[in-house]
């Protein structure tokens, strides 16, 4: 499946190595969704041809999937408006810390919004112990998981919602803080990742104590 070439082709325009894809046991293909709805109905339905991101919860079980469209930059203004880039079963949550079990409590835990910006960290500087609170808000679960940590660095996205949250990340960790802004003028760094940004030591080192 890592030989399709939409798959090939989407990995290599969003800057993430196969490798790191892999890691995150990444497939291209599609998905039967089976929910229950509010009456108490069984219901499915299918997703097809688009990039998934099984996510775990804290004891390793398969809880969600980030479903993406192979987008390549190619794409009109108006077929991208026509297609969902991102999908999450229905009935499904991401109130939890991104492959929470494998991350190290005592080494500094990189820290990122989405999880497309964290496959691209790690792509991009090869550190793996890196996690996503899959989105802007902090959750009250994802807070107590994150004050179990020595310390952090939050790479957030440079815009109103990610420093608010730089906010309340301040407000409520316990531990050493300290924050990463994208470099230049890039909102976040999965930005950075699609430009083939280079000086990612300089841009570390860019790091500030919160």
């Known amino acids: ?80 408006e026509s297609i969902r880039k991102v999908l999450y079963p229905k009935k499904s949550s991401t109130n939890l810390l991104y492959e929470y079990k494998h991350l190290d409590k005592h080494k500094k835990l990189y820290i990122l919004e989405g999880l497309m910006d964290c496959l691209a960290f790690r792509s991009l500087t090869g550190l793996e112990n890196t996690s996503t609170i899959f989105g802007a808000m902090i959750t009250k679960h994802q807070l107590e998981l994150l004050n179990e940590f020595d310390s952090i660095c939050y790479v957030y996205n440079n815009d109103a919602a990610g420093i608010q949250s730089v906010k309340e990340l301040r407000d409520n960790y316990k531990g050493n803080m300290s924050v990463l802004k994208p470099a230049d003028n890039y909102d976040d760094v999965g930005e950075m990742a699609i430009a083939g940004f280079k000086e990612v030591d300089n841009w570390l080192k860019t790091e500030k104590k919160f």
Do not use: C, H
Not at 44 to 54: G, L, Q, W
Not at 66 to 72: A, L, Q, S, W
């Open 1 to 80: 499946e890592y030989q399709n070439p939409s798959f090939q082709n989407w990995l290599k325009y969003r800057g993430i190595s196969k490798e790191v894809a892999k890691a995150a046991g990444a497939f291209f293909g599609g998905v039967t969704i089976s929910y229950t709805d509010e009456r108490g109905v069984n219901k499915s339905y299918k997703v097809m041809d688009r990039v998934m991101f099984p996510i775990l919860d804290e004891n390793d079980k398969v809880v969600n999937l980030e479903m993406r469209y192979p987008f390549t930059g190619q794409e009109s203004k108006k077929f991208k």
